[in-house]
């Protein structure tokens, strides 16, 4: 039974969706305003993790991630430059997504853009407004959160004495919760000014947060089952999200709330802010490989931080060619002549690894141990290897294994069939030229040497097949 901590319910749950069999998630994308550094990466390779897994589990997944192409800081950048924001933020769509599936993660069935849900987010705010949770004042609407007596529940910030009932405002997208303060849902744009849209309440531009409101419940529903991010954005994000949700609505937003916690680089939260991060392309120029850097940052479980380091690194980079190698020696190394019929310890390896792993992933996505359960059984693997071999059932057992495991991590690369097949080819290419040469003793050596990887050659009047035993 998967198990997870709800950020809502500050307790490890069970997990039980709304809708047996399928899950309603939304994941808070990237701010297409520069390029995404590890840190975010790390977030969203988690969310790629979620979503896996609970496929792994044999749920239908509906994944709602969404890209925050209007904010403050992508409005000034523009603004800097003299170009639309869909100049501005069009390159850096195209490197997030080159480099989010460059680092192994499956697409979202939806990855809704900010700009092209303005008339959802207008439709929340004239409810809202309808219903006494906001308010105009100088030409912008606000949040009024007296008005919801639940603001706070996820954060758990104390806000007595905070909220000043409507006197104080705030108007910048990302605040302290010093400043826990009516936030702005629409903010006043002048007739010339871009970007701005039309609305009933006055052209404007939306705040950030009535964004994921608008995007989260036009694909999944008033209420749906998970919802995460990043760890900065329990307050004010995602605590205004639902009050943008639940005061519109009535009802219960997202039934489980997941925070990633920061990857930090010496201690310091890795940030575009503090300039003391990396982005993905940075350690790709260096010369790591995309494998390694999924790797660290799903090696250890989202709710705990991460050090950033390059030793962390380059050791990741050893362990997933590890895993490579691992894989392909596998697969060569079927051995016909095992003990066949034996009770064979190879397979009792592999059902207590997938056990581990499995218990390990159902306990609050425990990526960590879910790696150890994949090292233990490497290493006792490649004992048998080593000793008498794997019987061919065994190889097919471990194989399936890997691909079971990787189906949730994706940590061993791609299945690399075709090179081995473009190197059974040459072996038999070179088979049949010390035949043409009568070297019968060469052709009989590659015959052994295609046998042992598990090569059958059937010699037809087209000439000579192979196939894999
Ligand atoms: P942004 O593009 O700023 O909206 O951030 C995208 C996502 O990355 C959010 O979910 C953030 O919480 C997350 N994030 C930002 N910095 C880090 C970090 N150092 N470690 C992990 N996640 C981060
Ligand atoms: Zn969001």
Request: aromatic share 12%; net charge negative; charged share 30%.
């Given at each position: 039974?998967?198990r997870?901590?709800?950020?809502?319910?500050?307790?490890?749950?069970?997990?039980?969706?709304?809708?047996e069999?399928k899950v309603?998630?939304?994941?808070?994308?990237?701010?297409?305003?520069?390029?995404?550094?590890i840190?975010?990466?790390r977030?969203f390779?988690?969310?790629?993790i979620?979503r896996?897994?609970?496929k792994?589990k044999?749920?239908?997944?509906t994944?709602?991630?969404?890209?925050?192409?209007i904010?403050?800081?992508i409005i000034?950048?523009a603004a800097?430059?003299?170009?639309?924001?869909?100049?501005?933020?069009a390159?850096?769509?195209?490197?997030?997504?080159?480099d989010?599936?460059?680092?192994g993660?499956e697409?979202p069935?939806v990855?809704?853009?900010a700009?092209?849900?303005?008339?959802?987010m207008?439709?929340i705010?004239?409810?809202?407004?309808?219903?006494?949770?906001?308010?105009?004042?100088d030409?912008?609407?606000?949040?009024r959160?007296?008005?919801?007596?639940?603001?706070g529940?996820l954060?758990r910030?104390?806000?007595?004495?905070?909220?000043?009932?409507?006197?104080?405002?705030i108007?910048?997208?990302?605040?302290?919760?010093e400043?826990?303060?009516?936030?702005?849902?629409?903010?006043?744009?002048?007739e010339?000014e871009?970007?701005?849209w039309?609305a009933?309440?006055?052209?404007g531009?939306?705040?950030?947060h009535?964004e994921?409101?608008?995007?989260?419940?036009?694909y999944?529903?008033?209420?749906?089952?998970?919802?995460?991010?990043?760890?900065d954005?329990?307050?004010?994000?995602h605590?205004?999200?639902?009050?943008?949700?639940?005061?519109?609505?009535?009802?219960?937003?997202s039934k489980?709330w997941?925070h990633?916690?920061f990857?930090?680089?010496?201690?310091?939260?890795m940030?575009k802010?503090k300039?003391?991060?990396?982005?993905?392309?940075d350690?790709?120029?260096?010369?790591?490989?995309?494998?390694?850097?999924?790797?660290l940052?799903?090696?250890?479980?989202?709710?705990?931080?991460?050090?950033?380091?390059?030793?962390?690194?380059?050791?990741?980079e050893?362990t997933?060619?590890?895993?490579?190698?691992?894989?392909?020696l596998?697969?060569?190394?079927?051995?016909?002549?095992?003990?066949?019929?034996?009770?064979?310890?190879?397979?009792?390896?592999?059902?207590?690894?997938?056990?581990?792993?499995?218990?390990?992933?159902?306990?609050?996505f425990?990526?960590?141990?879910?790696?150890?359960?994949?090292?233990d059984?490497?290493?006792?693997?490649n004992?048998t290897l080593?000793g008498s071999g794997?019987?061919?059932?065994?190889?097919?057992a471990v194989l399936?294994?890997i691909v079971?495991?990787?189906?949730?991590?994706?940590?061993?690369?791609?299945?690399?069939?075709t090179?081995?097949?473009?190197?059974?080819?040459?072996?038999v290419?070179?088979?049949?030229?010390?035949?043409r040469?009568?070297?019968?003793?060469?052709?009989?050596?590659?015959?052994?040497?295609?046998s042992e990887?598990?090569?059958v050659?059937?010699?037809?009047?087209?000439?000579?097949?192979?196939?894999?035993k």
């Open positions: 039974m998967l997870f901590f709800n950020t809502l319910s500050r307790q490890q749950e069970e997990f039980h969706p709304l809708e069999g309603r998630m939304y994941i808070c994308g990237p701010t297409v305003w520069n390029f995404a550094h840190g975010n990466f977030t390779v988690f969310g790629d979620l896996r897994y609970l792994f044999g749920y239908d997944v994944h709602v991630f969404n890209l925050t192409d904010d403050d800081r000034n950048e800097a430059r003299n170009i639309s924001i869909d100049e501005f933020t390159p850096f769509i195209q490197y997030f997504w080159e989010f599936d460059a680092l993660n697409r069935e990855t809704p853009r700009t092209h849900h303005i008339q959802e207008i439709d705010i004239a409810k809202l407004l309808e219903n006494g949770h906001a308010y105009e004042s030409g912008s609407i606000y949040y959160i007296t008005a919801f007596p639940d603001y529940k954060s910030i104390k806000f007595e004495g905070n909220i000043t009932g409507g006197s104080e405002r108007d910048t997208d990302k605040y302290e919760k400043d826990a303060r009516d936030f702005a849902l629409w903010k006043l744009v002048g010339n871009e970007p701005g039309d009933p309440f006055g052209r531009r939306p705040g950030w009535i994921c409101s608008a995007m989260s419940m036009k999944l529903g008033e209420t749906f089952d998970i919802h995460a991010g990043g760890q954005l329990q307050f004010p994000h605590e205004n999200e639902i009050a943008q949700s639940e005061g519109s609505t009535g009802k219960l937003f489980y997941i990633s916690e990857l930090k680089i010496d201690d310091v939260t940030s802010s300039g003391n991060f990396f982005t993905f392309r350690l790709r120029e260096q010369g790591y490989s995309a494998l390694a850097i999924r790797y940052l799903l090696s250890v479980p989202t709710r705990k931080q991460l050090n950033f380091t390059f030793e962390g690194l380059q050791g990741a050893s997933v060619e590890r895993l490579r190698n691992f894989r392909q596998v697969a060569e190394g079927g051995n016909p002549n095992g003990s066949e019929g034996a009770p064979s310890p190879v397979e009792a390896a592999v059902c207590t690894a997938l056990e581990r792993f499995e218990a390990a992933m159902d306990d609050d425990n990526t960590a141990a879910a790696l150890a359960a994949i090292h059984l490497v290493r006792e693997i004992t080593a794997l019987k061919n059932e065994d190889r097919d399936d294994a079971k495991f990787d189906s949730v991590l994706g940590i061993f690369g791609a299945e690399d069939s090179s081995l097949d473009a190197e059974i080819e040459l072996l290419e070179e088979r049949q030229e010390a035949r040469n009568r070297d019968f003793a060469r052709s009989d050596e590659l015959r052994d040497l295609l990887k598990g090569i050659l059937e010699d037809t009047k087209d000439g000579v097949r192979w196939k894999k």
